[in-house]
């Protein structure tokens, strides 16, 4: 693996307080060094950084890789190659595969296919009960063995309260957290949109707010009763951002998520019946979505996620009440936080890459987020001015149900190094236009 220096950038990595323009050598899967006039070692490999941002890798805690049981929509490999294209060194995998991520040889498959396809790193996440049924607790200590770094029923919540218990009682004792999707299914049972004026005029039964918040009341009360960190996925409502503010306020071990679609969009985007914006949870109302804004920048929200979901152009075609819940996100994270975060002001740019890289990182206990000597030379190197246009055609995940088409974007990705190599480059196109099935 050759060296590679990178001049001249604007190195942006919060974790260290370092936000200056100087050269990054990586060298070996790791970084060597980073300051100025660092020289040219034989044979490396230089990239010219002036006008680009340098910041450690960033880091996905939620998305849905569909492998195994759904290859026609998603693999290991090319949802970890949309990864490397929107910046991101490393994504937790989601459980809800089939069979269910709920052994040791489910997450080892996991692992050993993020080995071979050779993109973006890939963590497992394993679940919380066997077969994500709610019933019996998965064995925590031979999912951690095996690779995991947390635990969830995602796509389902924890279905107890006497199961969320025991199973932030148990992961406590690895020092993983338990990510929840918190849903009280019987308010939720049978919606299909957000509870409000929109679902009402469209004539589709909603999902209220309170479907969520009860669940995120439970779980911090459990978190206070076992001392257990349960870890908030893709945070839509300002009651849930009120809740897990006291719970910080508290010192509670609480972490929570938001997803780029959550804090750009609001329900007025399934208007037209458009099932790309059909998502669980559901696109909630403009209070939701200023709320969601100002956790993220005061820190109540530590992190941004994707929850990318990738489905099939035909099962998005269905009727509203009957398409999946669902859209990608990684190839568009990048340049919606730019666009609707950083430009007006909501987040400064280092704290955007504190919310994208340094946070997740730590929430789940991984080895990046960081650019430091010895650590892994996990990078993105991106371009915040440069502007583009969202064509799904020309994603590299599987999939295309996403609601930004057509949108226009400021901040694109010039590389993503991961372990020391060069794994997307600007300009990289997939290997064929268009695999949606259309």
Sequence with gaps: MKPILLRGARVLDPANGRDEVADLLLEGGLVKGIGRALGTPDGATVLE???????PGFVDLHAHLREPGREDVETIATGARAAAAGGFSAVCAMPNTDPVTDNQAAVGFIVRQAGLAGFARVYPIGAVSVGQKGEQLAEFGELVAAGA?????DGRPVATAHLMRTALEYARTFDIPVIDHCEDVTLSHGGAMHEGVTSTRLGLKGIPRSSEDVIVARDIALAALTGGHVHFAH?????AVALIREAKTRGLRVTAEVTPHHFTLTDAACEGYDTNAKMNPPLREAGDLAALRGALADGTIDCIATDHAPHHYDAKE????NAPFGVVGLETALGLALTELVE???????QLVDRMAARPAAIAHLPGGALRPGGPADVVVFDPGQEWTVDPSRFFSKSRNTPFAGRRLRGAVRWTIVGGKVVHTAGDRPDAPDRSGR
């Design 235 to 239: 945070v839509s409502t300002a009651g």
């Design 318 to 321: 269905a009727e509203f009440d």
């Design 344 to 350: 007006p002001g909501t987040l400064t740019l280092a």
């Design 149 to 153: 770094v947390a635990v969830s029923d």
């Design 49 to 55: 950084g002036k006008g680009l941002v340098a910041a």
